[in-house]
């Protein structure tokens, strides 16, 4: 069988069928594409060729390609993440009756924790990348409502104009992890900066079409920004700020998290703020926050 384009989409559509995380769907599916892409550059153009040792090459490529965004080479965690998505594939292609290939790749992560913290000086960094364009002031709220206000990834897509109480300095997250309602407190900052963007940039955004969206984010072509759109505006501006950390949305949350604690809020506290279901999920940020 041919490794296309149209494999890739199916891949993607059985993976949301078994209702992966947004996340991992997009990291799997982009994983996947560069897997193909080694395939086809090694003349590898079917799937009964894939061989045992064409996948000890293609780990061995990983460990030897440079990081793209910073010094240094692929991380540990990136070519785990890497092979389990291949690993996914291989399950894929299995169950849907194609041809398949065995993964017996062993890979270990990172001794240290696989979350990424920034440091708070990080933070201002990324904030100081945001201009005063358009984008530059919705890059602000962004960072306002994934940093400030902790929400997860599809908390943050799924935001309406109408969710965000400015006058209550609330949040409204209408639908959380788990189908939970909860309300998330603005800080002064937080909410200055997401006024900003709702008053004059996604003004500006919307006067493109004689439209009335009911979407926070807002793309140039006046639709809801979509959680990859968001990614990418963030590795934009980690870019320009030269972190040397491989950062994406949840990034930002574990910050959060992990500074609020060291400000001397209770880990209850916390818990409720990122709205976890139970103290078990943000304990794992009291030792991060007393490294």
């Known amino acids: 069988m041919d490794i296309n384009v149209i494999l890739s989409e199916s891949f993607e559509k059985w993976l949301k069928t078994l209702e992966y995380a947004p996340s991992t769907v997009y990291a799997s599916v982009r994983y996947v594409n560069d897997f193909f892409f080694y395939l086809k550059a090694s003349e590898i153009t079917k799937l009964e060729a894939i061989q045992p040792q064409t996948l000890t090459n293609y780990h061995k490529h990983l460990q030897s390609r440079k990081n793209k965004r910073q010094n240094g080479s692929l991380s540990n965690n990136y070519i785990t ?3 389990n998505a291949i690993k996914r594939f291989s399950r894929y292609l299995q169950e849907t009756g194609k041809p398949f290939f065995e993964v017996e790749i062993k890979t270990r992560p990172d001794k240290e924790t696989s979350k990424i913290i920034l440091t708070q000086s990080e933070i ?3 904030y100081k990348a945001c201009d005063n364009s358009i984008l530059g002031i919705r890059d602000r709220a962004i ?3 994934y940093y400030g206000c902790g929400l997860r990834r599809s908390e943050g897509v799924s935001l309406n104009v109408s969710d965000v109480l400015l006058k209550e300095k609330r949040i409204h997250i209408r639908q959380g992890k788990g189908y939970k309602e909860r309300y998330i407190p603005m800080t002064e900052a937080v909410k200055e900066d997401i006024e900003n963007y709702i008053y004059v940039a996604r003004e500006k955004i919307r ?3 004689n439209t009335k969206p009911e979407a926070l984010f807002l793309s140039m072509q006046v639709n809801r920004l979509c959680g990859n759109a968001i990614i990418e ?8 700020s030269k972190l040397q950390k491989d950062i994406g949305i ?9 500074h609020l604690l060291q400000s001397g809020m209770t880990l209850e506290e916390v818990s409720q703020f990122l709205g976890h ?6 304990q794992i940020y009291t030792h991060l926050a007393n490294a």
């Open 81 to 83: 993440s890497n092979i």
């Open 124 to 126: 201002k960094a990324l």
């Open 143 to 145: 960072l306002s409502i």
């Open 207 to 209: 006067s493109f079409k």
């Open 233 to 240: 505006r963030v590795h934009k501006l980690a870019e320009v």
């Open 250 to 258: 949840h990034t930002l949350r574990h910050s959060i998290a992990t």
């Open 277 to 282: 279901s139970s103290l078990e999920s943000t």
